[in-house]
């Protein structure tokens, strides 16, 4: 593909007609682009999930997991769940559950492909914009192929960064055909604009860093589009940013949506966290950094933790760097449009993400890069034509350093994708090239408490302590771990501990809030779930519990408000239908009970608490026949219940089925006799 060099190819747009030796070049790179990312992504096929947002996001997701239905649709619409609203990335999600099931194969695959179908789609912007046939096809490849890309791509919970590009790169292929020269007098320039503006929606709805993509718009009107250059006409400057209006308004509302969603689910930062001047130091490096992993992706991680306060020097080399480029842009603008187009596409499209709305515990992340590096992809291939167009000698040099270029980032991608293949090497990974990185040794400690491996995740918590003691998600999980050791005591200290770090965090509320309950501190557990209920309205487990606890002390109005609010959350959950179920029977209305028992196994027909409910309403009412089918069902499910066999048993004997209610009767009472003491030896 490069080894045919990179001929000087300037045209501003490709709108006259097509040769068919260049349509047969055109497919042919298409196929190659195809084949080559497959190629070299094709493992990911064998890939699990990765204890990293997998787990809420898809593998544990219950409405996920349930395929497309209302139900699921309406939650997605709605939810601010994991700290965003993306329900378009959510209903993907849950297409891939509908058409292949729970397995990871399936999600890995389906990112694959978009970000196949992403890569000849920019091709194409770019061969449309400028007309340029092998520097688009470079610039396409590095972003197949480059490494950096390798998270958003394996990653299945990154779903959104792949799905935000492909709606970014149409809504960007719309705009060409609205904003070309040649269509400025076609009846059908209007609606490639209503296109460009209805693509945008589902992006944003995918991922809200496109809110930058008005700027991506003004961007191309100077350089490749060229609305503003004399010799075309020159639009008005005026005329062009009032024609991206409707754009702006967009991602106006997408930014407030984020920061509230974000904000209630507790991802946003403080400034008592991080101070303005260390986050405009951190974004300045970070700026820096993302260039250096570009030309040089080594050491790539998962996890970069924020580092806090940056040596001054540090910081004023990358302000000197990233001002440099601006400076130079703006100088360069008419001589070298391309570069003011690809610096500031890389410098604007990173604005939501750099840090200074801070969301997470990371300075930086490789995912961050995925359309942003674009622009220097454009930087670098026009840069070299420009150089190959003053220099002919250096034509094969820069065709060949663009073929070198190309392989080694397929084999780097090739490298790195092996990390993805689980969590644990996944976290090693991260630990090996990183120093220091307490978020990363939080996070092999969550693997392993997925795992079960219990000791080794709380040596991994420790080692978080270790290095940030101030850290109350290791706090969280560490009281977490112990819970499952049977250590409550220590567990509850703590749960405690993180919260003195951190007041509101949530998840260590409520996890406070579980186990006060489960140690028969109902009033303390009440006070504990009622502040989770507070700072994550959003969150099910929280409204269960809390619902639980109110049960508990007989509060049933209260009990079933809480059921209900969850059940808005996840209306097809059968635990909570039998919950509402249970407070409602204590209440004195059977009826209201029996529906929601019903509705239990209508979703889940081998839940078997709600068939012991059925059991024992029908048992009352001397429904012998129903009582014995629930009963049944119950012991097909809990075949040592006690209660269940001897209420079965009873059913039976009413029914004049003698022996078999007697066998019954004879293993309840063996279920409840006390185990015989060993003798010592």
Request: proline share 5%.
């Amino acid at each position: 593909m490069a080894a045919a060099s990179l001929p000087s190819e300037n045209r501003a747009l490709a709108d006259g007609p097509v040769s068919a030796r260049n349509t047969s070049w055109y497919v042919g790179i298409c196929l190659v682009l195809a084949l080559a990312t497959l190629w070299v992504y094709l493992p990911v096929r064998g890939h699990g999930f990765v204890a990293l947002d997998d787990g809420d996001y898809v593998k544990d997701n219950r409405l996920v997991q349930a395929g497309l239905t209302w139900a699921g649709v309406k939650w997605a619409f709605t939810t601010g769940h994991s700290g965003n609203w993306h329900p378009v990335t959510w209903l993907s999600h849950m297409f891939d559950a509908q058409l292949f099931g729970p397995g990871p194969a399936a999600p890995h695959l389906v990112n694959l492909l978009i970000h196949v179908a992403n890569t000849v789609l920019l091709f194409g912007l770019l061969r449309r914009l400028t007309g340029a046939l092998w520097r688009s096809a470079v610039v396409a490849g590095w972003f197949a192929l480059h490494p950096l890309h390798v998270e958003s791509v394996a990653w299945i919970s990154e779903r959104k960064d792949v799905l935000s590009a492909f709606f970014f790169l149409l809504t960007l292929h719309a705009y060409t055909n609205y904003a070309a020269p040649a269509q400025s007098q076609t009846p059908n320039r209007a609606k490639w604009y209503a296109a460009a503006l209805l693509l945008f929606a589902p992006g944003l709805m995918s991922k809200p860093m496109l809110v930058t993509l008005p700027c991506v718009l003004l961007l191309l009107d100077t350089w490749p589009l060229r609305r503003l250059a004399a010799e075309t006409g020159g639009t008005p400057v005026m005329i062009l940013l009032r024609e991206k209006i409707p754009f702006f308004a967009l991602s106006a509302a997408s930014c407030v949506i984020t920061l509230i969603v974000q904000a209630r689910g507790g991802a946003v930062g403080s400034l008592a966290s991080y101070t303005i001047a260390e986050r405009i130091g951190n974004a300045l490096v970070s700026y820096a950094l993302y260039l250096g992993k570009i030309f040089r992706p080594a050491d790539l991680a998962v996890i970069y933790p924020h580092p806090g306060q940056l040596p001054v020097l540090q910081v004023a080399g990358a302000a000197l760097l990233v001002v440099g480029l601006c400076v130079a842009a703006v100088g360069w603008r008419r001589k070298f449009p391309f570069f003011a187009t690809g610096w500031f596409w890389f410098f604007g499209m990173l604005v939501p993400t750099i840090g200074l709305v801070q969301v997470g515990v990371q300075a930086m992340a490789d995912r961050y890069t995925y359309l942003p590096s674009i622009g220097v992809f454009v930087l670098l291939a026009w840069g070299a034509g420009e150089l190959q167009a003053r220099w002919r000698g250096l034509k094969a040099a820069l065709g060949v350093a663009a073929a070198v270029a190309l392989v080694s980032c397929a084999m780097r991608t090739r490298d790195q994708l092996r990390h993805w293949r689980g969590s644990e090497e996944l976290f090693r990974h991260t630990i090996a090239v990183t120093r220091a990185n307490y978020a990363a040794h939080n996070s092999l400690g969550h693997a392993y408490l997925e795992l079960g491996r219990i000791d080794e995740a709380i040596l991994q918590f420790t080692q978080t302590l270790k290095l940030r003691a101030d850290f109350p998600e290791a706090r969280n999980n560490l009281g977490t771990a112990l819970l499952r050791q049977g250590r409550t005591g220590e567990a509850i200290v703590e749960f405690q501990k993180a919260l003195s770090v951190r007041a509101n965090f949530g998840l260590a509320r409520y996890n406070l809030g579980t186990v006060l309950l489960e140690n028969g501190r109902t009033d303390e557990a009440v006070a504990e779930l009622e502040k989770a209920a507070a700072l994550q309205p959003g969150d099910l487990l929280t409204r269960l519990n809390l619902g639980n606890a109110r049960l508990q002390k007989g509060q049933l109005d209260g009990a079933i408000a809480q059921y209900r609010a969850a059940l808005a959350i996840d209306p097809i959950n059968p635990d909570l239908h039998h919950n509402l179920g249970q407070a409602f029977l204590q209440k004195g209305q059977p009826e209201a009970a029996i529906v929601h028992f019903q509705t239990a196994l209508k979703i889940d027909p081998n839940h078997a608490n709600a068939h012991y409910m059925l059991g024992e309403m029908s048992l009352h009412r001397a429904q012998w026949d129903d009582a014995v089918m629930h009963f049944q069902k119950t012991l097909s499910v809990q075949p040592n219940d006690a209660d269940a066999h001897h209420h079965l048993g009873t059913a039976l004997r009413e029914k004049g089925r003698l022996s078999e209610a007697g066998i019954h009767f004879e293993t309840a009472t063996r279920l409840r006799a006390p185990s015989a003491p060993v003798a010592a030896p």
